[in-house]
């Protein structure tokens, strides 16, 4: 069933080679995170020279400015100094949350999250001005998606208070680790999970709420430039009634595979289509697709499978400021394969132009670069972000002391 599976997915000689082990056994080549894999990546030497091996990461000096080279950002894991913690008994409510230094947790080996999945992640981002100040964009969009999703996994949430007041706190805390302006940004990863024991299907006893820091740089190694996606009809990254409209941990190791064979051919990155009809643009595996054809804008409705993302919100209200029309709507593959521009949207990616989709054997280019309405509107969206335009939206929040 699985290998007739796996050969339907791979037409044109692949299947050989990925029911070879081909597939999964070398990574590296096309690998997006600049910052992983290679020994001179930016993680190594902070871990080296600020961290050292976890023992010693107690005597770390935070009156020293990070030792990071800014320059060589990718989206790689850097430990940072401190995360936030808080937990929630069976009644709910979060309390005595806390900064602690970044580290290990302790999980009962029969936690919730660990034996069914019962959890969410969040990510935003903290920008330095040139003024030296701090900003972050719409954290609380964050902190309502992760109620949203919490009611959807029967787990308790923080308030909006206090999600944003941890995020905050979890900036401050480690804000020597906030890039220069221009050079990237702090990503802030908020978890919630069920941490309690269970062995019978049910939500756990109890919750933890964490949040930890990342500096990054580009999401894609493409840098800025052009995006080549794959159109997997095979896989799917969400069903009508399942999880895919809530950040929940658990759609995302589905996605791996399809998005390692895809890079593995090349491409940065896989677009879904709808699991009813096979035909209809979803997202990528970890941000939204707009289209855009003459004066329209166009990505598809957040009905369920579709993950609504701060960012792509914030994309519909600056085209439409900007006099475009902004349509959400079913778009069907084939319209994809016809549009001029493309370009995926999500806090990590931020707005990364798509240059060329596959889809079958069919190959689409679009239009990126100079002049284009995806370049316009990353440079307005970032602006707005690294409080270099004013915010006449009133979405950016300062973090102070
Ligand atoms: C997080 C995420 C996005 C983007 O959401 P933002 O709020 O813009 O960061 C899009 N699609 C998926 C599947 C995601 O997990």
Not at 6 to 27: A, E, I, T, W
Not at 64 to 80: K, R
Not at 306 to 324: M, P
Request: with cysteine.
């Amino acid at each position: 069933m699985i290998l007739k599976q796996l050969r339907r997915v791979n037409d044109g000689g692949f299947s050989q080679k990925f029911l070879g082990g081909f597939c999964f056994s070398r990574l590296g080549h096309y690998e997006p995170y600049s910052s992983s894999s290679t020994a001179a990546s930016p993680v190594q030497e902070i871990s080296e020279a600020a961290m050292g091996d976890s023992e010693s990461h107690r005597g770390f000096d935070e009156s020293q400015p990070a030792n990071v080279n800014w320059d060589e950002l990718g989206f790689g894991i850097c430990p940072t100094d401190y995360m936030y913690m808080m937990r929630a008994s069976k009644n709910g409510e979060f309390v005595n949350g806390e900064l602690n230094r970044f580290g290990n947790i302790e999980l009962s080996p029969s936690s919730g999250v660990l034996n069914y999945g019962q959890g969410l992640f969040e990510g935003l981002k903290a920008y330095r001005k040139p003024d030296g100040g701090l900003l972050l964009f719409r954290p609380e969009q964050n902190a309502l998606r992760m109620q949203m999703g919490a009611e959807r996994l029967c787990m308790p949430s923080p308030s909006v208070d206090q999600f944003v007041s941890a995020v905050k706190k979890t900036v401050l805390a480690n804000k020597r680790w906030v890039p220069p302006p221009g050079k990237g940004s702090l990503y802030l990863r908020p978890l919630l999970m069920g941490s309690g024991a269970v062995l019978g299907l049910a939500p756990a006893p109890e919750y933890l709420f964490l949040t930890y820091a990342s500096p990054v740089g580009n999401y894609f190694k493409e840098g800025l430039s052009a995006l080549n996606m794959y159109v997997d009809d095979e896989f799917h990254r969400a069903t009508r009634g399942g999880a895919g409209g809530v950040k929940t941990i658990s759609n995302y190791a589905p996605v791996l595979m399809a998005q390692r064979c895809a890079k593995k051919r090349g491409f940065s990155d896989v677009i879904f289509l709808d699991s009813v009809h096979k035909r209809n643009l979803e997202e990528a595996a970890s941000c939204n697709v707009f289209i855009v054809k003459g004066n329209v804008i166009s990505t598809p409705p957040t009905e369920g499978t579709i993950l609504a993302g701060v960012t792509r919100k914030s994309i519909v209200e600056l085209a439409r400021d900007n006099g475009y029309k902004v349509e959400e709507r079913t778009i069907p593959v084939e319209e994809l394969m016809e549009a001029d521009e493309v370009f995926c949207t999500g806090t990590a990616v931020v707005v990364a132009p798509v240059g060329s989709i596959t889809y079958r054997d069919k190959r689409a280019e679009f239009r990126t670069g100079t002049g284009t309405i995806s370049q316009a509107l990353y440079l307005n969206l970032t602006g707005i972000q690294m409080g270099l335009m004013e915010d006449k939206k009133g979405w950016t929040v300062e973090v102070t002391e």
